[in-house]
């Protein structure tokens, strides 16, 4: 019997130190999952903030493109094209003798 009741402190310690050691896992593993979700939630802030900063910037580029066409065809316009062919480079539409149709 002096066995026996040396026996069963000890299986209660062992029990009580498995216990304490799953509590403690849970813990830790609960402090590992709180840091992942804060983690995410601060990288989802920060890809979002940097998302807005992009369409931001394509709003600003598409509306210089936009300004860019209007200028391309304010410059490209055959009136223009053909006063400053006159006033810079000296050229004329050529008479209609020198005018020549090639057949193909």
Same mark, same amino acid.
């Given at each position: 019997?002096?066995? /026996?009741?040396?026996?069963? $402190? /000890?299986?209660?310690?062992g ?9 403690? #896992? ?7 999952s ?6 995410a939630?601060? #990288? ?8 807005q900063? #992009?369409?931001?910037?394509?709003d ?8 860019l #066409? ?7 316009? $055959? ?6 062919a ?7 539409? $050529?008479?209609v ?6 057949? $193909?």
């Amino acid at each position: 019997m002096a066995q /026996a009741k040396t026996s069963m $402190p /000890a299986r209660r310690h062992g029990l009580l130190s498995f216990w304490l050691l799953v509590v403690a #896992l849970l813990t830790l593993l609960t402090l590992a999952s709180a840091v992942a979700v804060i983690s995410a939630s601060h #990288l989802t802030r920060v890809q979002y903030a940097r998302l807005q900063q #992009l369409e931001r910037e394509q709003d600003q580029l598409q509306t210089e493109w936009g300004q860019l #066409l209007l200028e391309e065809s304010a410059w490209s316009t $055959p009136s223009r094209v053909e006063r400053v062919a006159s006033e810079r480079l000296d050229m004329r539409l $050529p008479d209609v003798e020198q005018v020549e149709v090639i057949q $193909p």
